[in-house]
């Protein structure tokens, strides 16, 4: 059969969690929590589907969870969406991203992505007809390049997708590179499909800036989020889109016919459930004594890092140890040290090998130092 994405394969996501699991290892390679999530949540939708919440919900979502997320948005980001016509409720920020880009993506228009990127950018732009055109961050920190970010766009620039807190680095991106976009894109119609899965993973005090929260850029963006990602049910496949009226009306074009529209106990929980705003404003704290914990023992380790910003991942270089290729690193340690990474040359177009791992620090305390543990004996 005549492939439409040839060069695509199976995600390293799920190669690396059946490497895990086929060996016994500590999974620390897919992003997902290895604990449970509140009580209260899971309670809330076992009362909506008791209570027969069990049927098709608005296309959009239901509006309690629309209202809810734009008081959320307000309360973090100091703008209020309108839940009518600008929030649409959709089965994880995977669909977001690649609904908001058939929502603009034409045939021969060329799309920026920053690299290194999360994988599901590239076949949403090339299943729609685009272009990816990767410009690399900054090799330091992962700060945007705008030097470089600038000589990529040309006449047929259509979008950019966007990553903050950025997977796998963790950059968060602060303010006066907000600025800096808003000034590269002005006067051209060029969208900004805003990755914002990690927005309540932040650290040492460090605060996401949406991209929606800079008013000029509110206007030319689809902000993606994730639900599942915030609340600990990753297995939900729950997020949400906000976007202009104009793009929403595109947005849900798309929407209405890949999924229709998404799971409605999980919808009627959250909505209840985003009441307690502290129930996300306490999800920096929380996560921020894992990734303590697990650089402090990384700091025992012979790996070399620089702190995670943001995100549940930290990245760590191994070059200095070794010159075997990332992937093969990656596969040795899941069998021999019993400890599952992902090799960072995955979110490369060209798969370049910086010699870079990365691990997720989402797990439970004993897991994070019974792997610690572990890592000590890689040499
Ligand atoms: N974007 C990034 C950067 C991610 O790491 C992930 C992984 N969950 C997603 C999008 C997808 O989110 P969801 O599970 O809500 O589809
Ligand atoms: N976003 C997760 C990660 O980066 C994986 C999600 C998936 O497997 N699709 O690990």
Redesign the pocket.
């Known amino acids: 059969m005549h492939s439409k994405l040839p060069h695509i394969g199976t995600?390293i996501?799920?190669v690396m969690s059946k490497l895990a699991e086929d060996e016994g290892a500590i999974n620390l390679?897919?992003?997902?929590p290895g604990f449970g999530a509140d009580s209260e949540l899971l309670e809330l939708v076992g009362k909506y589907t008791l209570k027969g919440y069990n049927q098709y919900p608005p296309m959009a979502g239901i509006l309690g969870l629309r209202l809810k997320l734009a008081e959320k948005t307000q309360l973090t980001q100091g703008y209020f969406p309108d839940p009518e016509r600008e929030v649409t409720i959709v089965s994880g920020a995977?669909e977001a991203l690649f609904a908001a880009a058939s929502a603009v993506v034409r045939k021969g228009d060329e799309v920026i992505v920053l690299e290194p990127a999360?994988d599901s950018y590239e076949p949403a732009i090339t299943l729609n007809g685009g272009k990816p055109i990767y410009v690399p961050l900054n090799e330091q920190d992962f700060s945007p390049d705008w030097e470089r970010i600038k000589k990529a766009i040309t006449d047929k620039t259509r979008a950019i997708f966007v990553n903050s807190p950025h997977?796998?680095s963790g950059y968060v991106w602060t303010k006066s590179d907000l600025d800096e976009l808003a000034q590269v894109i002005r006067g051209r119609e060029i969208f900004v499909i805003s990755d914002e899965v990690y927005e309540h993973i932040t650290f040492d005090g460090k605060k996401h800036h949406s991209i929606g929260y800079h008013p000029e850029l509110r206007e030319k963006t689809f902000v993606c989020g994730s639900f599942g990602k915030t609340f600990h049910v990753?297995g939900w496949k729950i997020g949400y889109c906000i976007a202009p009226p104009e793009m929403t009306t595109e947005f849900r074009k798309i929407h209405q016919y890949l999924t229709f529209t998404t799971v409605t106990p999980m919808q009627y929980a959250l909505a209840e459930y985003l009441e307690k705003p502290d129930r996300y404003l306490s999800i920096p704290d929380f996560y921020q004594k894992k990734r303590d914990l697990f650089n402090s023992g990384l700091s025992q380790t012979d790996f070399q890092f620089r702190s995670s910003a943001g995100s549940f991942f930290q990245l760590v270089n191994y070059g200095h140890l070794s010159k075997m290729p990332d992937r093969e690193l990656a596969t040795r340690m899941t069998k021999e040290l019993k400890v599952a990474c992902?090799p960072v040359s995955v979110f490369y177009s060209d798969k370049k090998d910086n010699q870079v791992l990365r691990f997720?620090f989402a797990k439970e305390e004993s897991e994070l130092l019974e792997a610690l543990d572990r890592l000590k004996d890689l040499n």
């Open positions: 995600t996501f799920t390679s897919q992003g997902f995977t999360y997977n796998p990753t992902i997720c």
